[in-house]
């Protein structure tokens, strides 16, 4: 089918502001059902979208896309902040989009990052053209805030690179774009610019304007939700999912990936070809490609609720998992995992990690923060620059700091295999003022690399002596003769801010992780 494009097509926003999308549509006359996404990242980028679902292809299926620039940005009018009218402008984008004089009335909505939150935020006005939404790596409530701690890195990274050059000629200061790379390069604390106005407000906390989630009571549409172990926006996607569920139509793929990048392999980690796509494990013949194009996937999705396709979306499983490890797709019912049972690993004052009890008098464990030399962020779930690889990475190098202490297993007799949220609960303290407590979950292969699976930050304040730390979740399984490792530090930098004064922390006994042991 032959595809008409049409630029910068002007779209009213309801207080007079005019946003501007790109239009692909099918040569062919008719009407036709729409498909929808919003963005501050530039609608001409296509390369960013495709990953999710390419318009080309789309519109030569039999789809109308629409790729709008959010207000504020490129062909877009209004003043860019982010979150403050993504509700407001999708509704009355999506009420445009149902009067196209080519259209038949019927509005998906789909997109990743920030894409995917606009589509949450749409859908929790109930906008009645709206009949579902795809929704991947997706923000949530409180964006770059976990437990407690700011994700600065993230925020800057996110602010500077994605939203920084074009705020920057916005602005009129494009001669400044020299000194807006070498912030980027060198990663060096510097005040925050005001063509960036809303950094400050972000990285003070969130408040009435950021903390603003779904109201999931009101979203009456499916959503597929595909989130990655290794993405940064892991947490979010899986509270989309707890607050979805009840809908029985929604579905919830997980899949090995860091943020937008739907490859084998990430970090240290390959994960093999199967991670490249969804495989429909119903038949085992197709994969949504092995470039990682997710669009046979998304339009499956839409055939049916928007067309009533009868593709076999209403009959599959609810939840599709990438085990790591097994490295193999699997479905199950529901997330978590009924099946799973929560088993506790201790960590003892001589660095071993076992799930049997310490000694009433064993001694607490202790090592010294400080703040001008902190704990250098290696992997994990990543939103920064380029030289810090995301996913899983060799802590071999953290192991003998001042600042880290390290709880290992004996070797495993058999395969562990660990699915669900994992948490740690510390007895600890930290002095007289506020410290955070970082604790990851490690692999430890027979080759002797430390390779992170999961992990999570928890800032306390003066006095506290007992947290629990939400270290997201994972589905991995720990080969035998492999051995489990936790690190447990005070800082994780540049990925979140630091907190705390120099001097001693404290780990007492009784101190655990709680771990999901899937054993059939």
Same mark, same amino acid.
């Given at each position: 089918?032959?595809?008409?494009?049409?630029?910068?097509?002007?779209?009213?926003?309801?207080?007079?502001?005019?946003?501007?999308?790109?239009?692909?549509?099918?040569?062919?006359?008719?009407?036709?059902?729409?498909?929808?996404?919003?963005?501050?990242?530039?609608?001409?980028?296509?390369?960013?979208?495709?990953?999710?679902?390419?318009?080309?292809?789309?519109?030569?299926?039999?789809?109308?896309?629409?790729?709008?620039?959010?207000?504020?940005?490129?062909?877009?009018?209004?003043?860019?902040?982010?979150?403050?009218?993504?509700?407001?402008?999708?509704?009355?984008?999506?009420?445009?989009?149902?009067?196209?004089?080519?259209?038949?009335?019927?509005?998906?909505?789909?997109?990743?990052?920030?894409?995917?939150?606009?589509?949450?935020?749409?859908?929790?006005?109930?906008?009645?053209?709206?009949?579902?939404?795809?929704?991947?790596?997706?923000?949530?409530?409180?964006?770059?805030?976990?437990?407690?701690?700011?994700?600065?890195?993230?925020?800057?990274?996110?602010?500077?690179?994605?939203?920084?050059?074009?705020?920057?000629?916005?602005?009129?200061?494009?001669?400044?774009?020299?000194?807006?790379?070498?912030?980027?390069?060198?990663?060096?604390?510097?005040?925050?610019?005001?063509?960036?106005?809303?950094?400050?407000?972000?990285?003070?906390?969130?408040?009435?304007?950021?903390?603003?989630?779904?109201?999931?009571?009101?979203?009456?549409?499916?959503?597929?939700?595909?989130?990655?172990?290794?993405?940064?926006?892991?947490?979010?996607?899986?509270?989309?999912?707890?607050?979805?569920?009840?809908?029985?139509?929604?579905?919830?793929?997980?899949?090995?990936?860091?943020?937008?990048?739907?490859?084998?392999?990430?970090?240290?980690?390959?994960?093999?070809?199967?991670?490249?796509?969804?495989?429909?494990?119903?038949?085992?013949?197709?994969?949504?490609?092995?470039?990682?194009?997710?669009?046979?996937?998304?339009?499956?999705?839409?055939?049916?609720?928007?067309?009533?396709?009868?593709?076999?979306?209403?009959?599959?499983?609810?939840?599709?998992?990438?085990?790591?490890?097994?490295?193999?797709?699997?479905?199950?019912?529901?997330?978590?995992?009924?099946?799973?049972?929560?088993?506790?690993?201790?960590?003892?004052?001589?660095?071993?990690?076992?799930?049997?009890?310490?000694?009433?008098?064993?001694?607490?464990?202790?090592?010294?923060?400080?703040?001008?030399?902190?704990?250098?962020?290696?992997?994990?779930?990543?939103?920064?620059?380029?030289?810090?690889?995301?996913?899983?990475?060799?802590?071999?190098?953290?192991?003998? +700091?001042?600042? #880290? *202490? %390290?709880?290992? !297993?004996?070797?495993?007799?058999? /395969? =562990?295999?660990?699915?669900?949220?994992? $948490?740690?609960?510390?007895?600890?303290?930290?002095?007289?003022?506020?410290?955070?407590?970082?604790?990851?979950?490690?692999?430890?292969?027979?080759?002797?690399?430390?390779?992170?699976?999961?992990?999570?930050?928890?800032?306390?304040?003066?006095?506290?002596?007992?947290?629990?730390?939400?270290?997201?979740?994972?589905?991995?399984?720990?080969?035998?003769?492999? +051995?489990?490792? #936790? *690190? %447990?530090?005070? !800082?994780?930098?540049?990925?979140? /801010? =630091?907190?705390?004064?120099?001097?001693? $922390?404290?780990?007492?006994?009784?101190?655990?992780?709680?771990?999901?042991?899937?054993?059939?």
């Amino acid at each position: 089918m032959n595809v008409v494009v049409e630029r910068d097509v002007p779209v009213p926003m309801r207080d007079g502001v005019t946003l501007r999308a790109d239009v692909f549509r099918p040569a062919e006359p008719g009407r036709y059902p729409v498909l929808l996404t919003r963005t501050p990242y530039d609608k001409d980028q296509l390369h960013l979208l495709a990953p999710i679902l390419n318009p080309i292809k789309a519109a030569g299926s039999g789809y109308v896309v629409v790729q709008q620039d959010v207000r504020g940005r490129f062909a877009s009018e209004g003043e860019f902040h982010p979150i403050r009218h993504e509700q407001d402008d999708g509704v009355d984008t999506i009420a445009w989009a149902a009067s196209l004089p080519y259209g038949n009335g019927d509005v998906g909505q789909f997109g990743l990052s920030y894409a995917a939150m606009a589509c949450w935020m749409s859908a929790s006005a109930a906008p009645p053209a709206l009949r579902a939404i795809f929704a991947s790596e997706s923000p949530g409530e409180k964006l770059f805030w976990r437990g407690g701690a700011l994700e600065q890195g993230a925020l800057e990274r996110w602010a500077l690179w994605a939203i920084g050059p074009h705020a920057l000629e916005r602005a009129g200061g494009a001669a400044g774009l020299a000194e807006l790379i070498a912030r980027n390069d060198t990663g060096a604390a510097q005040p925050y610019p005001d063509y960036l106005g809303f950094l400050p407000d972000f990285a003070a906390g969130p408040g009435p304007e950021l903390d603003t989630p779904p109201r999931y009571d009101t979203i009456g549409v499916p959503a597929l939700i595909v989130a990655g172990w290794a993405d940064f926006q892991l947490g979010p996607d899986l509270a989309h999912w707890a607050g979805t569920k009840g809908d029985p139509r929604t579905r919830l793929v997980v899949g090995p990936w860091s943020h937008g990048m739907f490859r084998p392999v990430v970090g240290a980690a390959d994960f093999g070809q199967r991670a490249t796509g969804v495989l429909d494990l119903t038949a085992e013949t197709h994969t949504t490609s092995l470039m990682g194009d997710f669009t046979w996937f998304t339009l499956r999705w839409f055939d049916h609720w928007l067309r009533g396709a009868d593709n076999g979306v209403a009959q599959e499983p609810r939840v599709r998992i990438f085990v790591q490890g097994a490295n193999r797709w699997r479905d199950e019912d529901d997330w978590p995992l009924a099946r799973a049972r929560d088993r506790r690993w201790f960590l003892h004052t001589e660095g071993e990690l076992a799930e049997r009890s310490p000694a009433a008098d064993a001694a607490e464990s202790v090592f010294t923060y400080d703040p001008a030399d902190p704990c250098p962020t290696r992997g994990g779930t990543l939103l920064l620059a380029d030289g810090y690889a995301k996913g899983a990475v060799d802590q071999t190098p953290l192991l003998d +700091r001042a600042d #880290v *202490l %390290v709880y290992t !297993s004996p070797p495993l007799a058999e /395969d =562990l295999e660990v699915t669900g949220p994992v $948490r740690a609960v510390l007895f600890a303290a930290a002095g007289t003022g506020p410290a955070d407590w970082v604790v990851k979950l490690c692999d430890v292969h027979p080759d002797g690399r430390t390779l992170n699976v999961c992990d999570g930050i928890r800032r306390v304040g003066p006095g506290e002596e007992t947290c629990e730390v939400d270290m997201l979740a994972t589905a991995t399984v720990f080969r035998a003769g492999h +051995r489990l490792r #936790v *690190l %447990v530090t005070a !800082s994780d930098h540049p990925r979140y /801010d =630091l907190c705390g004064e120099a001097g001693g $922390r404290w780990v007492f006994p009784g101190s655990h992780l709680v771990l999901p042991v899937v054993t059939s």
